[in-house]
């Protein structure tokens, strides 16, 4: 079993819809992070929590220790945030989850 | 500079031959990470370099990998007698401290490397 799990492995969506994508782990952290990746490769960090909630315009993420789970979710989905979302789980080193392809069709 | 530099950006080498991917991270920042990505597969962790402290290289694929971090900033990754397996982008990225909450991650912008 990976250390980190995230699901949907891919996910479609219309422009506009509500995304969610969810990620549960098995190790102990110090904040769980979450990653955006580009089809050029290149990887951007969009959240890095270890309790609560954050939000950054369109984009909230949320963590439950105790459940070792963590949630991403986008508003108001636009085919610009079609990407891979990647959880990763951080101790003193990176855990990192397959990742979800999300595609946002206009 | 202003973020983390990896070079080169694009490999391309013989099988059996040595390559040195290089990443130089963020001023100031004491950890840096080695991560690789092969074609259709998610992040795998290599090594990782904290202030002085020996490198925890548990994720090293085999002995022909290797690293070093000179002077707590550059790093190099050392690849030996490359095999197509080895083909991937490697990433890297470096944060201001370790196993803290409150530090984030920047990444390189990776260096794909073909092995033919």
């Known amino acids: 079993k990976n250390e980190v799990e995230q699901s949907p492995q891919n996910l479609t969506a219309q422009e506009g819809e509500f995304i969610t994508i969810n990620c549960s782990y098995s190790?102990?952290?110090?904040?769980l992070h979450w990653l955006q990746q580009h089809p050029g490769g290149g990887i951007v960090s969009l959240f890095m929590l270890s309790s609560g909630k954050k939000k950054h315009g369109r984009l909230i993420a949320t963590i439950n220790i105790q459940e070792k789970h963590s949630s991403l979710h986008i508003t108001a989905s636009h085919p610009r945030d079609s990407a891979v979302y990647i959880c990763?789980?951080?101790?003193?080193?990176?855990?990192f989850g397959a990742g979800t392809r999300l595609t946002v069709k206009p | 500079g202003a973020g983390v530099s990896q070079s080169p950006s694009n490999k391309v080498t013989e099988k059996g031959k040595d390559v040195e991917l290089r990443c130089d991270p963020i001023s100031g920042h004491t950890a840096l990470y080695w991560y690789r990505q092969s074609l259709g597969q998610g992040l795998e962790f290599l090594i990782y370099f904290q202030g002085n402290s020996a490198p925890d290289k548990s994720g090293l694929p085999s002995d022909r990998f290797s690293a070093e971090r000179t002077g707590g900033s550059v790093s190099t990754l050392t690849i030996q007698r490359t095999q197509q397996e080895d083909s991937a982008v490697y990433l890297c990225a470096s944060s201001l401290g370790a196993g803290a909450a409150n530090y984030g991650y920047t990444f390189g912008s990776g260096t794909r490397l073909t092995v033919v």
């Open positions: 190790v102990g952290i110090s904040a």
């Open positions: 990763a789980a951080t101790n003193n080193d990176m855990r």
